[in-house]
């Protein structure tokens, strides 16, 4: 059973740069509202890093919120290789 609150509680994030690039997810809304700071934990080179995102801007799209994040790369884990050239 639904009732109007518990209808629209996801939101669609976009994530347009970084090294999560062109990726999507969906999110939780808290209290009706959207994060304007994401983080998410992705793996480099098999390695586990916390990359931090910040709020673009935002739409509904179908009905649906749909927010847009840019990668903020001076609060993320570094994501250069390790790997040395041959």
Do not use: C
């Not at 304007?36 to 992705?42: D, E, G, T």
């Not at 749909?66 to 050239?85: G, L, T």
């Amino acid at each position: 059973m639904t009732t109007p609150q518990s209808e629209n509680t996801e939101y669609t994030v976009e994530f347009v740069d970084g090294p999560l690039e062109g990726q999507t997810d969906s999110r939780v809304l808290l209290h009706g509202k959207h994060d304007a700071r994401i983080s998410m934990v992705a793996a480099v080179d098999s390695m586990e890093s916390l990359f931090w995102y910040d709020e673009v801007d935002s739409r509904e799209v179908q009905g649906k919120l749909h927010v847009r994040y840019a990668f903020d790369s001076s609060d993320s884990d570094p994501i250069e290789s390790n790997d040395e050239p041959d």
